[in-house]
């Protein structure tokens, strides 16, 4: 009777509510702890997709509209003053072939191409690492988050065993809360892990798009190069004499 009556209080100690919040708040700190990291890692999918997303268009448009101002001009000096002078990867290709022009005047030799080509594959380099910046911390969280929910369940889950050992009874309505609120652990990390796969397989796929983009910038840029080069246009003309 006593043990009867022990399980039929413990029953009526349970929640009434078994709601995702409601488990959370009845879980034990380390799950707790485990479901909060995780619900953090999902904000911060969000947050790199978004402003990648938001980048990445405003890069391709950018480099959109310069490639076709380049297919326009007759002359890279005349593309330098139409696209002006800013900070963008755009500007800095063009600047830096009409730096090395500057530079190579009066040099003896024919290198003044390959000398544009090294500049330029330096700063397809430096800008191709400035939009990867970020999705490192998406393949992280893809990768561990499910790893980190397992642990919050496993955890969570022998906590329920422990609780059963203690009151000495394998009553289903004692043993399913306990057991529901570690399962929720495993839950939320997937719920972080997959959208972080999708996003983080959608921005390298965009960022591939926009490096050989900018490739076709740069070799736009060089084909400049080498037409002023031959046309004798300033200032390559002292660089080619």
Partial sequence: MEGTAEVSGMIAALPHELSPWAMFLSAHIVVQVVMVGLALASVATWTVAIAKAVELRRAHRRLAEVTKLLGEVRSLAEASARVGSGDGVEEALIAAAMREAHLSA???GHGLKERVATRLERIEAAAGRRMSAG?????????????VGLFGTVWGI????????????????????????ALLATAIGLVAAIPAVIVYNCLARAIVGYRAQLTDLSAMVARHVSRDLDRRVLPFAEAAE
């Fill in 158 to 181: 022998m906590n329920s065993f422990i609780g059963i050992a203690r009151s000495h009874t394998t009553n289903l309505a004692v043993v399913a809360p306990g057991i529901a609120e």
């Fill in 106 to 108: 009066g040099v003896c």
């Fill in 135 to 147: 999705t490192g911390v998406l393949a992280s969280i893809g990768s561990t988050a499910p790893f």
